[in-house]
């Protein structure tokens, strides 16, 4: 069973077991309705279907440290919770903050936010803040290139390509 059915489906079983009839795609997000015993509830059951096997896992070998599991499947239920249309009234997921992440590969980037984070002079933050600015925007791709004959020759004409 692939990870996001495992998850969708622990959290469907719990809230049952509860007593609660959740309605997938409903008027209630799926968060206000968990309690923080439901999730570890959650979390159990996945623990014990990792370790069967019964759920698909890239690298079999990281299954045998249980600090790692747990870690993995906290994050796991959280996604799911957030992400899946059908626990948040049917809506795509949006990022709170997008592009907070930006440059998070990039190790100058890295330097400059953590040296912003221990600064406390206003001026010296100010001077840093721009420095990352102008490292975001080197590393940004500024022009993208479409390849449009691969396109669909229907999408093509609509578009008038």
């Not at 996001?4 to 968060?31: F, H, K, M, W």
């Not at 370790?51 to 896992?57: A, L």
Request: aromatic letters at 6%; glycine letters at 4%.
């Amino acid at each position: 069973m692939n990870q996001r059915d495992a998850t969708c489906n622990a959290l469907i079983a719990v809230l049952s077991d509860r007593g609660v009839s959740y309605e997938l795609n409903g008027p209630t997000p799926i968060s206000e309705v968990l309690t923080p015993d439901d999730k570890t509830k959650v979390r159990a059951m996945l623990f014990t279907s990792f370790r069967k096997g019964d759920i698909d896992f890239k690298s079999p070998e990281k299954l045998s440290d249980d600090k790692y599991l747990k870690d993995y499947i906290s994050g796991l239920v959280n996604n799911w919770i957030r992400k899946a249309p059908e626990f948040n009234c049917d809506m795509t997921y949006q990022a709170k903050n997008p592009g907070s992440r930006a440059g998070s590969g990039d190790e100058m980037i890295r330097e400059m936010k953590k040296l912003l984070s221990v600064t406390s002079d206003p001026e010296a933050k100010q001077v840093i803040a721009e420095a990352i600015t102008r490292r975001q925007a080197e590393i940004k791709p500024t022009t993208v290139t479409v390849n449009v004959d691969v396109l669909p020759a229907e999408l093509r004409a609509k578009l008038g390509l």
